[in-house]
């Protein structure tokens, strides 16, 4: 606060001091040029219940071949941790490219190994995670189960559990800006069993508001269509079967294909779930470091998406993948079924080409 001087309706300093206080023409112009200022600032600088989400996606070329850059963005994150908030830090998956290549899966352990015991994260198993047989994309995964099983997360206290033996479909909390936070990591092309247990994990935490991640769930163009086949359901599948039930999923994230984009549709509850694809592999070194960053600012309800790379040390302002979402803080409420199809609302971006999967 600016230092006030106490002057009186008289200019007798022994007078008593009982009407209101004046300042100098000087100090009150500084005090008020103060007040603008402060009207001025985001809410966010001041408020500081604002806090981050990391979205680390399709990995897969820096565990082949730039290691390094898999390094640099796991230590950027660790690094501005506390003075961003970071609160968590999920992986989208395909970890690696090549699932039975040892030395790709000992790349990203030793980049993981940075946020261990730092900085929560989750990860799951994207297609390149899993195991083929006879030429097709099989749910096993024993080099992800070895290098990232149940025992590396379960001593945290943010760690919730996992599905049967393995971490291929896991969940984990966080809890900031006064609320609490369930991050639902689902493996690559979910069974109906999977969805099932995804389901219930939900409904046991009813005052959590759910982030669900899982592989393959969008596309530039919208929903995903395609992935699954016979192993498993594909984004839009997904969508029916699970994510529009739950009215406390507000947030989907999925990588898989190559671009940014999002949507915002209307469960059957009425809430809005925004659906967020990220995946730069196919920009130059294998992805140029490139991370999403969900800067959560309760307090102006907003959610802001932002990209930015450790590697280049720079942010990409273009629209497409810097953009701001309306986030409902009211108390969450969770939801039963409804049989009726609401219509999709929100908008769609996409850039580049959607072939590398
Ligand atoms: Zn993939």
Known sequence: MPMVF???????????????TIMPSSQLLRFLVVLLFLSLVPKNATARDDFRVVLLSDTQFYSESFPE?????LRWIKDRAESDRIKFVIHLGDIVQNPDAENEWENADRAHRILDGVVPYSVLPGNHDLAHENGRTTHNAPLYNKYFPV?????????????????????????AGGAK?????????PTDITLEWAGNVIAR????????ATHCYMRPAGRDCICGGKLGNSGQEIWSKLVRKHGTIFLVVSGHVLGVAHQTSTNDAGGKVHEILCDYQGHPNGGNGWLQILHFVPAQSKLYVEAYSPLLQRSNKDPQHTYVLSLNNAPIVATAPSSTEPAELGIQTKVGPAQMQ
């Not at 106490?6 to 209101?20: G, N, V």
């Not at 935490?205 to 982030?211: A, E, G, L, T, Y």
């Open 69 to 73: 850059t898999y390094m640099t963005q």
């Open 6 to 20: 106490p002057l009186s309706c008289s200019r007798t300093p022994t007078l008593p001091l009982k009407c209101a």
């Open 151 to 175: 025992a590396r997360f379960e001593k945290y206290s943010w760690y919730g559990g996992h599905q049967g033996q393995t971490n291929a479909n896991n969940y984990c909390f966080f809890e």
């Open 205 to 212: 935490h009813p005052d959590h508001r759910v982030i669900l």
């Open 181 to 189: 936070y369930l991050i639902l990591s689902l493996e690559y092309a």
